[in-house]
């Protein structure tokens, strides 16, 4: 297959291989109630814990959805009494829109984008005996600000807290110890840092962990109890399904460690060129994540210009989000890239920004 015209620079969908976009063209037309599909979904909840090292204490339920799917269902069945809710960022806000849409109560440990939850708020909601979990952004693309899982996990143990952990542009992208962070869930989906294609979210959920249930399509427990018997409760994004097995048995071949290698590679250089025109980077270093870069804008020059030179010259960028959609721009570099990709993007970043 040929390469795509264009490399896509947004925090998902990402540019996938060949063989994910074949596996996705040759999936057959198949009976989400017969052998072959059951086969398909049981090797993908088999390759997901397996790649990520953690069957024995985690299982996979799979949500046909965007990322937000997974984020909800996770919310919606994992919280008991009540959440508190780390905000700093639209996705930490949609985590709280969620618990609200669902009448879950919840307390919003609310922070600026360009910062770490502040220790003495975060313990005194923690400390509030009515709320019994702790949510939290791992990865928050609305900047690419990296939260601090580790100390947060430590936190919420210490308070007896459940954790959960949206990890939807995380998980295979930034390091995540789940011995250490030990969550009680974590969400991601198909199509950022495992390459596979929109329309797949999962769940990880910890071994024991009690489920409410709050949804119909979003109910875990369903989704778990069909999937462990080799069936499904609803129909699924079959196709997308073998797209996204292809994409973690590449992921597996790679190592998620090499893949978080290229990641850190390819951000190091677009930090660099950016700094060395003159841009200014909006988090400081400790913050940032591998995949996502946020830039202020240069002066005189506004954020659809900027876009539509870049996609002029094959980059598909990113605006600000919210509050920064007129200040920022967003660099991603996640996805498959052919070689010299990257040589490509620097170039095209100094004809347009010098």
């Given at each position: ?71 909800e269902a996770m919310l919606a069945s994992v919280v008991g009494t009540?959440?508190v809710v780390v905000d700093n960022g639209v996705y930490g806000d ?108 999962f769940v990880f959920v910890r071994k024991g962990t009690p489920l ?143």
């Amino acid at each position: 297959m040929a390469e795509p015209a264009l490399t896509l620079l947004n925090p998902g969908p990402i540019n996938v291989s060949a063989r994910v976009r074949e596996a996705l063209a040759t999936c057959p037309d198949l009976c989400h109630r017969e052998p072959e599909y059951f086969e398909l979904q049981d090797e993908v909840r088999r390759l997901l814990v397996d790649v990520f090292g953690i069957g024995a204490d985690y299982e996979a339920a799979l949500v046909s959805g965007s990322g937000t799917s997974g984020m909800e269902a996770m919310l919606a069945s994992v919280v008991g009494t009540g959440v508190v809710v780390v905000d700093n960022g639209v996705y930490g806000d949609r985590l709280a829109q969620m618990a609200a849409a669902h009448r879950i109560p919840h307390r919003v440990v609310k922070c600026d984008w360009f910062h770490r939850p502040d220790e003495d708020d975060l313990e005194g909601a923690l400390a509030d005996p009515a709320l019994d979990t702790l949510a939290i952004v791992h990865h928050e693309t609305t900047t690419g600000l990296i939260n601090d899982l580790e100390e947060i996990a430590a936190r919420a143990r210490r308070h007896g807290k459940r954790l959960i952990v949206d990890s939807v542009s995380g998980l295979a992208g930034e390091p995540f110890d789940f011995r250490v962070i030990r969550p009680d869930a974590v969400c991601s989906t198909a199509n950022k840092c495992i390459h596979g294609l929109p329309g797949v979210s999962f769940v990880f959920v910890r071994k024991g962990t009690p489920l409410e249930r709050r949804s119909l399509y979003l109910d875990l427990g369903l989704a778990l109890a069909k999937q462990r018997a080799s069936d499904t409760p609803f129909t699924p994004a079959i196709q997308v399904m073998a797209a996204f097995a292809e994409a973690l048995r590449e992921l597996g071949e790679e190592t998620i460690a090499a893949r978080q290698a290229t990641y850190k590679a390819r951000s190091d250089t677009i930090r660099s060129t950016l700094e060395t025109l003159g841009l200014e980077l909006m988090l400081p270093p400790a913050l940032r994540s591998r995949t996502i870069t946020s830039a202020r804008l240069p002066a005189g020059l506004d954020y659809p210009t900027l876009h539509d030179r870049m996609k002029e010259r094959g980059f598909v960028i990113y605006a600000g989000q919210g509050k920064l959609s007129e200040v920022a721009f967003r660099i991603a570099n996640m996805g498959v890239w052919p070689e010299g990709r990257l040589d490509d993007l620097v170039a095209a970043l100094r004809e347009v920004l010098a």
